[in-house]
């Protein structure tokens, strides 16, 4: 299970198919959270829910850049693996899956307690659509976490 | 900063003085969280506040361990990097600095909820040791995951 790999052969690292699955993943999962909280749901009201769209907004378009340069890594042409573009690739996977990981628990949390506050606070279809917001956020913080343990992983060989 | 060192030498990684450090922070901290969370303050109504005490229920012990070990191996008698060992602190780490993260950060969406309600779920003066034990819980998860990162670097190499 923890054999030596050559740098290239890591899989999930930057640049091979499976990076390019977890990317994808990411969009879709930080997308479909963004849509859940967004769509027809006044959540201006909660500071929270302001910070959960905020962070999607950021991992979104994170998510797409490196999608397409995996994509490209992996169909057309293979891409170098220069230490400093892992280095701010890991940082960034860094900061935005404990961002990815702080939203989905407060927003789970706050759901959790308006559920709690007899019913008056929150609709339970709107709680619903709190609660499936805060899992989509939860499993992209997974795929982001994974992305960047894998990367993690080749950086000291670089 | 990134230069290559020899697995003995990387500071913060298993069995070196900044990893006592470390361990010295994360049970001040975590103790602290709990401290604050638990003294005179009717936690169990919310469910996200016996989360974080629960978590901290287990931080604490797994840091005290570790201090213990690390005390031992910096004063005492240096004690070998073994793969296997290195890998159950690296996950134990990763784990407990998850959790960390989630507990504080729902505990932090709950204080600020409670705040915003008009007063009467929580009188200031419980609401600002809620708070504390947040920062504390937060200052944790910063330590917990500083010593899993530096964990995580030289494992590659072992």
Redesign the interface.
């Known amino acids: 299970m ?1 054999g030596k790999f050559g740098m290239e052969e890591v899989p999930g690292a930057f640049g091979t198919s499976a990076s390019f699955a977890l990317r994808l993943g990411q969009t879709v999962f930080s997308s479909a959270s963004l849509l859940f909280m967004c769509l027809d749901v006044d959540f201006y009201a ?3 829910f302001c910070y959960l769209v905020t962070v999607m907004g950021l991992v979104i378009p994170w998510s797409i850049t490196l999608l397409v340069v995996d994509a490209y890594s992996v169909f057309i042409k293979c891409l170098p693996h220069q ?1 400093r573009l892992i ?1 701010m690739i890991l940082l960034g996977d860094m900061v935005l899956s ?1 961002l990815s ?3 989905a ?6 759901t ?3 559920l ?1 506050a007899d019913g008056s606070y929150c609709p339970p279809k709107l709680c619903s659509r709190y609660q499936l917001s805060a899992a989509m956020a939860f499993l992209s913080w997974f795929l982001s ?1 994974a992305s960047c ?1 894998f990367n ?3 950086f ?2 670089l």
């Open positions: 923890f909660y500071t929270v230490r280095f404990y990981l702080a939203a628990c407060s927003t789970a949390g706050v959790d307690l308006l709690d976490s343990l993690f992983w080749i000291p060989s």
